[in-house]
Structures are given as structure tokens and as C-alpha cells.
T-cell receptor
Framework: EAGVAQSPRYKIIEKRQSVAFWCNPISGHATLYWYQQILGQGPKLLIQFQNNGVVDDSQLPKDRFSAERLKGVDSTLKIQPAKLEDSAVYLC??????????FGDGTRLSIL | SQQGEEDPQALSIQEGENATMNCSYKTSINNLQWYRQNSGRGLVHLILIRSNEREKHSGRLRVTLDTSKKSSSLLITASRAADTASYFCATDGVSGTYKYIFGTGTRLKVLA
């Protein structure tokens, strides 16, 4: 089966600019996750979708981050405006309900 | 917040030796998973162990779980250079949301 697709792979922006990341999960996976992974740390869950509904967004900085999953398939994560501390790798993962997660290779975001 | 804490943070061994990594967590769990992350890539699921299981094997991997001590260990036997990666444990809560919290990771380097 095709894996989780993410784009772009790399993004460099200046602080206060906006950026968007895209994720295409594995077909048939109802659960979709967005994680933030800062260098040297483990992934931190930002938001979890079950189909197109939000299950958990308790750690999403809602004043600047937003995410949507239209039609329960693809998802986008947006940051507006970006801050220096947002420099990280943004990972998307998908799974069947309560099954192990499959991860994309992430988008590496650098804020100048 | 980090649920799991891996120990050691970094480990360097010779090819053919065994590598042991430990994970401690704070709250009761349903499942614990181990993932591997190669540099610049997403995480790959290795093994899942349920709270009512004490030991699980998969190829050269052996995972143990001690719920009384809130800890798990991952043993990689006869390590290879290709095992060089970061290893993370991930734990869920008992709330049934299938939300997993990742630990800080162990960076394993296997020298040829």
C-alpha cells in the first residue's frame, strides 16, 4: 500500500509569515494525526482527527495554528503567523482505529 | 507533556552486540508501542504490547512490560549497522481516545 504522503519536504520562511503543510493519509485510515517534532525530542501531538472530526487538539496553539481534514481524507496544517520557536519537523500519521500509526517523512520547517 | 522517558538518551555499541533501551511512563496504559526513526525520516512502528502482556517478540526484537513499575524495555539482539536510529516508546491512556504520547527517545549508534 502507498504510504502517508506529505509536502513540501522542506520549507524556509521568515518569522511572521504564513505556511501550510499538506498530508495525504493511507487510504481507508480513519484516524489522522499531526505532530511537531523539535530537534532531539519525541513527536508532540498537535491534533488528532477521527474521519473529519477533531478528537484532540489540546496542544494545538490555536492563536496561530489551524488544521482541517476535509471529507475525512487529506489534511492541511497552517501556521499564521510563524514564530522562531515553530522551527521543527511536522509529521503526519494515519491509522485504522486503534491500530499502529504510519508516518510520513515530515516537513522540515525553518524560521528565519 | 512527555508521558514516556527513554533511558539511556544515547547508546553506542559494536555490531553483533545486544542493545537494551528502557521506557518509563507515568499513568496507567492500555498499550505501549515502540517506534524507530531513521535520520530525516518518519517513525516506523516496531511492536505493540498490551497492558495484559508481559513479553513480546518480533524477529530480533524483544519487548517486556512491567505495569507495576510502569516501565518497558526494548532489546535488539545481534545488532547491525542498519539498526542505527532513534527509538521511541509511545503510550496511550485508558480513556479510549487512541491518543499516544511519545517519549524523548534513545539514539542508538551501531558501529560496524
Amino acid at each position: 500500500e502507498a504510504g502517508v504522503a506529505q509536502s513540501p519536504r522542506y520549507k524556509i520562511i521568515e518569522k511572521r509569515q504564513s505556511v501550510a503543510f499538506w498530508c495525504n493519509p493511507i487510504s481507508g485510515h480513519a484516524t489522522l494525526y499531526w505532530y511537531q517534532q523539535i530537534l532531539g525530542q519525541g513527536p508532540k501531538l498537535l491534533i488528532q482527527f477521527q474521519n473529519n472530526g477533531v478528537v484532540d487538539d489540546s496542544q494545538l496553539p490555536k492563536d496561530r495554528f489551524s488544521a482541517e481534514r476535509l471529507k475525512g481524507v487529506d489534511s492541511t496544517l497552517k501556521i499564521q503567523p510563524a514564530k522562531l520557536e515553530d522551527s521543527a519537523v511536522y509529521l503526519c500519521a494515519s491509522s485504522r482505529t486503534n491500530q499502529p500509526q504510519h508516518f510520513g517523512d515530515g516537513t522540515r520547517l525553518s524560521i528565519l | 507533556s512527555q508521558q514516556g522517558e527513554e533511558d539511556p538518551q544515547a547508546l553506542s555499541i559494536q555490531e553483533g552486540e545486544n542493545a537494551t533501551m528502557n521506557c518509563s511512563y507515568k499513568t496507567s496504559i492500555n498499550n505501549l508501542q515502540w517506534y524507530r526513526q531513521n535520520s530525516g525520516r518518519g517513525l516506523v512502528h516496531l511492536i505493540l504490547i498490551r497492558s495484559n502482556e508481559r513479553e513480546k517478540h518480533s524477529g530480533r526484537l524483544r519487548v517486556t512490560l512491567d505495569t507495576s513499575k510502569k516501565s518497558s524495555s526494548l532489546l535488539i539482539t545481534a545488532s547491525r549497522a542498519a539498526d542505527t536510529a532513534s527509538y521511541f516508546c509511545a503510550t496511550d491512556g485508558v480513556s479510549g481516545t487512541y491518543k499516544y504520547i511519545f517519549g524523548t527517545g534513545t539514539r542508538l549508534k551501531v558501529l560496524a
